[in-house]
DNA sequence: CAGGATTTGATAGACGTCTATCAAAATTCG
DNA sequence: CGAATTTTGATAGACGTCTATCAAATCCTG
């Protein structure tokens, strides 16, 4: 009934050739005939064999290191991203893959090039990182690939790179994505958007905008753009400011950090008169919280666990020199009050 | 610098013990004083021992054989997921993970029963059912799970069985999204609505439209609900005449299958009227088509990728009697227009 | 067909865990 | 205290793959 999986013993005895024979061929050594070869594969198509993994991974002791680099500061998205990572770090212990998450200053280029040349003197398996555009990051990824050491880059992408792989969503679609939900909730009459962003100099922000513009129209007007550093203060002032000046906005789309003091502003906001439509980017405590107490209307999420997840499976397979599957970019998702997910242990954890 | 993970024997020497009584804690075999027991938690908590899961696997021989009973049948839904699960097949079997997949008559709880119990036959280690509702189908579980199989309910829940997990949506949760978008795309107006279910008699449909009532309010006005058996012909007859006999319907929601007849139906609506708004579940070839060509609004759709995972994920996990992560329901997720997910190759392969 | 190169076979040890056995030591109990 | 019981130690073989070595067989080439 439950036969046994066949072994390289068995293909090599099928194949009529010897168990060291049989090795050679599918480890890709050389000193094999090509009569052997043939035999070898097809021996192997006729059983069905595949290689047991577990038994390669404990002859050859295989241990993946891997680096995460993310940015420090008070960030309430790369707060969990990191909180995600640690949880993997721990969960992939047994699977002999070693995550060490490290963080440098947030927007300071040099300390991220200082930190990944570093990293290209250690012995690693691979690197991911949340770079920043920019030519330094760029030649510190070639590095790293110099020295053989796969990088994957996260979140933030550094097209002309040599990267191995980016992980992360294509933020032209995510504002697209907004800009449908803005029409939406007008129901076919245009509006006033404030757009609110860290700084129109990053490109991830400027694209989210730019693709956000793409839908809703020429006939939606747009309100002169917010600047807020990502830091809450700062949004909170001006975004209260423009409020104030502008009572024809009907939405705000918020396409940077710093949206604590969005949510604040919106919780001080007079009850008796209708809010403004407010969209805003990644699910944390705070954002959270504000849209299960009716104070904005839709989260844009990233999915950061499906990104570490992806990073980890992208590093292993680059790891092994394998191919890299689901390469396709992360879908946008969007969050309504109602298809909140439960929150997680860990979520609860972080927010103790 | 990269120092070799402990072992059991390190375990042993540093808890001051031979190995075999190392062993015999860790795999809580009996005749061990409480003293060695604590000595050898101790060391193990000391040096970070983490058990080598391939080392275990390949000395035990360990073949996990799980069994999916999904519907036979036309419906596009299913057929994705029988897909995906046949992909995860061919992956999984480098990991001595070998899945059976077999079909049943949907509908068809006499069928299913008498599956499950040739099941509760064979050698197993775990099943995984798109179930009915239904007494019999849960005494069926009772015997898979009296035969010691786990039993994972996939989709569709048998809540009163024996049943060890669910792994799906919450159809209410996904009901009062759809409400939460509909009542958006009204702008604050009020509208009508046509609801399409299959059946009402379909626990699964009916959570679903009582979820989306619950969030639209009472102001909204709800048109007599269409059953279309789930038949694409069925529903686009039932629907074209509701439509054509009540013009205020401003919204159809679908809350069950047969959405091609619905597509073919908006596909020769004329095109200088407005066409009211569209909503429905599962993203298929069809109704993918349909929101790339602006025909429907929104695709509700329980991410079958992610289902597949986690039933693996579970049946391995019970299968080793350990504890379940992640129990929490699937998210239904909101598609639009811009944030679809690039064409996967085998999505592809089964629309060719 | 001799000499050299290439291909093949046989085999041994390692990886870390599991299972099993047997004898030695420590503990309990009458 | 001696006998019965429980706890420990030592160790061996298996799982399937990888690496390595060495000798034997086969293949070229002149």
Known sequence: MTRRPPTLSDVARCAGVSYATADRVVNGRAGVSEKAARNVHAAIEALGYVRNVAAANLSQQRLYRFA??????????????????????????????????????????????????????????????????????????????????????????????????????????????????????????????????????????????????????????????????????????????????????????????GNAGLVRLLEALPPDVARPYVFLHELVPHSRRALEEGRIDVIIDQRPEEEVARVVEHLTLLADRRELVRTDPIVPTIFVRENLPQVQADALEQAG
């Not at 245009?190 to 693709?211: I, K, Y």
């Open 68 to 257: 995460i680099v993310l940015p420090s500061g008070s960030n309430a998205f790369f707060r969990r991203v990191q909180a995600l990572f640690a949880e993997a770090a721990a969960r992939l212990l047994s699977d002999r893959i070693s995550l060490s998450v490290e963080s440098v200053e947030a927007f300071d280029a040099e300390a991220l090039t200082a930190r990944m040349a570093a990293l290209a003197e250690s012995r690693l398996d691979g690197v991911a990182v949340v770079a920043s555009d920019d030519a330094r990051t760029a030649s510190a990824i070639a590095a790293l690939r110099a020295r053989d050491i796969p990088v994957v880059t996260l979140v933030s992408d550094v097209p002309g790179s040599q990267r191995n792989a980016y992980v992360g969503i294509d933020n032209v679609v995510a504002g697209r994505t907004v800009g449908r939900l803005i029409r939406m909730a007008h129901g076919g009459r245009n509006g006033r958007v404030l757009p609110v962003v860290g700084a129109l100099s990053a490109r991830d922000h400027a694209e989210r905008l730019s693709g956000m513009r793409e839908v809703i129209g020429d006939t939606f007007e747009i309100a002169p753009v917010v600047e807020g550093r990502d830091r809450f203060e700062l949004v909170e002032a001006l975004v209260g400011q423009a409020l104030a000046e502008d009572p024809a906005i009907t939405t705000i789309y918020s396409a940077g950090a």
